[in-house]
């Protein structure tokens, strides 16, 4: 075997900047990264740390003030209560700022509701240990709910959360206020650092599987790279991937960063792997090796032995900031749909409500992305179907109106879309080119306007594009503005032409003038898998890529989040 | 809004990809990129020497070009004993980072494909381009090119 070769890691952000006790926090969320990372939520989440305080409670107590501690809870998507974690109790005051800080791992693709419950503590019990607090024994003050990402992104992570009495217990229809929580958001410091590496493959020897490179008569070595973590099941978990180099014996491979809340910690080993790539999915392991970022990083600054090692600079991730985002909603329809009204329609409106296929696509990813979304405003048009006076139309603005595009809210766009499947008549071919010109064209306004806006194009088709050229051109034209475009294929065509868009499984999108796309700004997903209702929802698969695609433009112009 | 008869660009020659002569050979050292405006040579780069098809250069060139100018010409040469060899070469049309709704001081970011003689594709190309406002320059940095004459 030839030498897997390492080059460099470099970093040197310090990571451990605060006292024992935050380790102590951190310490068990090493398990759950592991756990969460088992389950393929890899590299999309990092650490918040919750700091309370509140305002305005009310006294309890005959004597003194109220002693509050506040227990915070994850809501499921069942309903389900899940505590993460409590404060300490603050003596006599209906002002208390909580010293202790709750740690939750924030996903950008998940909806994640907050429920923050305040308690006053008898003065009984205060010896006692938080923990050991039997919470029905305690009076409660007030409830209060959010959503995570409501908190990160206020411009200052502060969100103010009204106390209110609970439900059952209010016979109004008025809750009664009881008070103020403010919940502030920080990225943990250990999450921040991010780590280059670039690698090199130091051995010029082929070294494929003997019999096969026999009848193939020619073998191409066409090297990737695989890094993984180990988790404590055992069994490894990818982190991320290197591109394909086709036919090379002496691969040097572009930087790939992984960030600190990827692997868990510097000293958790890595095992990276070489593979041989084949086009039938079934990649020949060349070599591994199993490295921590720690050895890691000595190999690079030591230079030694056979190894060559390239130490790159390292770079601070900014994961939470979203400046901005606007989602486009756009809706594809085709003559294969069949009538609306009827019930095999992908199109049909059940009578009972039930959503079909679009509006659920609609709605997950809506739910998701318009917190993001300062004014709730989203433009949204349909394409492949023809208004009752006129030819097949490829851009129309879905509520009817000729001038303006916009409507109020994922509950807009719902209204938009079942209006005008009443208006239109759906109709072939499937053109996407238009649709992206628009998005392109309104965030090139947007740039123009000097506004610091990301912007998000969601289409939902399903059928296969008829013109793969000119959308070609059009992401690529695309790829250098603010713009991600995310597609759901809904129903059962054959969407192989989608995978090539998407540009991460092969080589990157080519216009017919020569430009090569920038970046990968496409990230395309079946909706057919969650109508099963599978564990990893299909919007967590769309979002995946939004984060690192957003972080890409940024640093490419070197766009720093506002300090405030 | 006076018209403008040139405009002043900043472009960033950053790096290729997959640099390859034909037959697939891969390009060992000593690639660089001359920048043409229209067909006139204008400036270039200093020789990338250690990262082999995959070369870096990261240099900066203030430029001025005619309004009429419709594309810049990129070529990556390669130098050797036997002297420079064209390894492949791409147009970028001004199209592409002018006009539109782009404002004027934008970053643009932009690859191209590049293509030998015999129009084979070989490799990619990764630029910057900026326009800055008539004669004023926004960015603080200096022109570390060298003007082609100067150099052979």
């Known amino acids: 075997m030839g030498n897997c070769c390492l080059g460099g890691a470099a970093t040197s952000q310090s990571a451990i900047r605060r006292s024992s006790s935050h380790r102590d926090a951190n310490g068990p969320n090493d398990a759950v990264d592991g756990y969460l990372k088992s389950r393929g939520y890899h590299g999309l989440f990092t650490q918040i740390e919750l700091s309370l305080s509140a305002s305005n409670l009310r006294d309890r107590d005959v004597l003194s003030k109220s002693d509050p501690m506040a227990v915070i809870y994850t809501k499921g998507r069942d309903g389900s209560l899940q505590e993460i974690g409590r404060t300490e109790v603050v003596l006599n005051s209906l002002n208390p700022q909580w010293i202790k800080k709750v740690i939750i791992t924030y996903h950008f693709e998940v909806v994640q509701t907050l429920l923050f419950h305040v308690y006053d503590v008898d003065s009984h019990f205060h010896g006692l240990e938080e923990k050991m607090l039997k919470l029905d024994e305690q009076q409660l003050l007030g409830e209060g709910t959010c959503l995570l990402s409501e908190i990160v992104t206020r411009p200052n992570r502060t969100l103010p959360v009204d106390l209110v009495g609970r439900v059952e217990s209010t016979s109004s229809t008025h809750p009664k206020k009881l008070g103020q929580l403010t919940v502030h958001a920080e990225e943990c410091v250990v999450s921040k650092t991010t780590t280059e590496l670039r690698i090199r493959n130091a051995s010029p020897k082929v070294y494929g599987p003997s019999d096969q490179s026999l009848s193939h008569g020619f073998y191409h070595n066409d090297p990737f790279l695989v890094i993984s973590k180990c988790v404590e099941s055992g069994h490894a978990v990818p982190i991320c991937k290197t591109e394909v180099l086709k036919n090379d014996l002496d691969p040097t491979w572009k930087p790939v960063s992984i960030s600190i809340s990827q692997v868990g910690s510097k000293e958790t080993p890595l095992i990276i792997e070489c593979f041989n790539f084949n086009s039938n999915g079934r990649h020949d392991l060349l070599g591994k090796v199993q490295k921590s970022l720690v050895e890691l990083e000595k190999l690079s600054s030591g230079g030694e032995g056979e190894h060559l090692f390239v130490p790159v600079a390292i770079g601070k991730d900014h994961q939470t900031k979203v400046l901005k985002s606007r989602l486009f909603v756009d809706k594809f329809s085709e003559t294969s749909n069949g009538n609306p009204r009827l019930p095999d329609s992908l199109h049909y409106i059940d009578p009972s409500g039930r959503p079909n296929a679009y509006q659920k696509a609609i709605l997950e990813v809506g739910e998701v992305l318009q917190c993001y979304d300062f004014d709730k405003k989203f433009h949204s048009w349909g394409f492949g179907a023809r208004p009752i006076d006129g030819p097949v139309s490829h851009c129309f603005n879905l509520n009817g109106s000729s001038g303006h595009s916009e409507v109020e809210g994922i509950h807009g766009i719902m209204m938009a879309y079942a209006s005008a499947l009443f208006n239109v008549t759906l109709a072939g071919p499937t053109l996407f080119g238009p649709v992206i010109a628009a998005a392109a064209m309104i965030a090139s306004q947007a740039l123009a306007a000097n506004q610091k806006k990301y912007f998000v194009l969601l289409i939902i088709t399903d059928g296969v594009i008829t013109d793969l050229q000119e959308t070609k051109d059009a992401l690529v034209n695309a790829s250098d503005l603010p713009l991600s475009i995310l597609i759901i294929g809904v129903g059962g065509a054959d969407f192989k032409e989608m995978e090539i868009l998407d540009a991460d499984k092969g080589e990157r999108l080519e216009s017919t003038t020569g430009r090569v796309a920038t970046r990968d700004i496409v990230q395309f997903v079946p909706f057919r898998d969650v109508q099963g209702g599978g564990e990893i929802s299909v919007v967590q698969s769309l979002l995946e890529e939004l984060p690192s695609q957003f972080l890409t433009f940024m640093r490419n112009r070197d766009i720093h989040p506002n300090t405030c | ?152």
Request: glycine share 8%; aromatic share 8%; with cysteine.
């Open chain 2, 1 to 152: 809004m006076a018209k403008r008869h040139s405009r002043d660009i900043e472009l960033t020659i950053i790096s290729a990809e997959s640099l390859s002569l034909t037959g697939n050979r891969r390009v060992k050292k000593n690639p660089f990129v001359v920048i043409k405006i229209e067909s006139n040579a204008d400036e270039a780069t200093e020789m990338d020497t250690g990262n082999g098809p995959n070369p870096t250069w990261n240099q900066k060139f203030f430029m001025n070009m005619p309004m009429n100018a419709r594309f810049l010409t990129l070529e990556v040469r390669c130098r050797k004993f036997s002297g420079d060899h064209l390894i492949g070469s791409a147009w970028v049309p001004t199209s592409d980072f002018d006009g539109g709704y782009f404002p004027m001081n934008y970053l643009h970011l932009l690859s191209y494909r590049l293509r030998d003689r015999n129009g084979e594709r070989n490799g990619i190309i990764n630029i910057s381009i900026k326009i800055n406002n008539n004669g004023q320059r926004i960015s603080q940095g200096v022109a570390v090119g060298v003007p082609l004459h100067l150099r052979y």
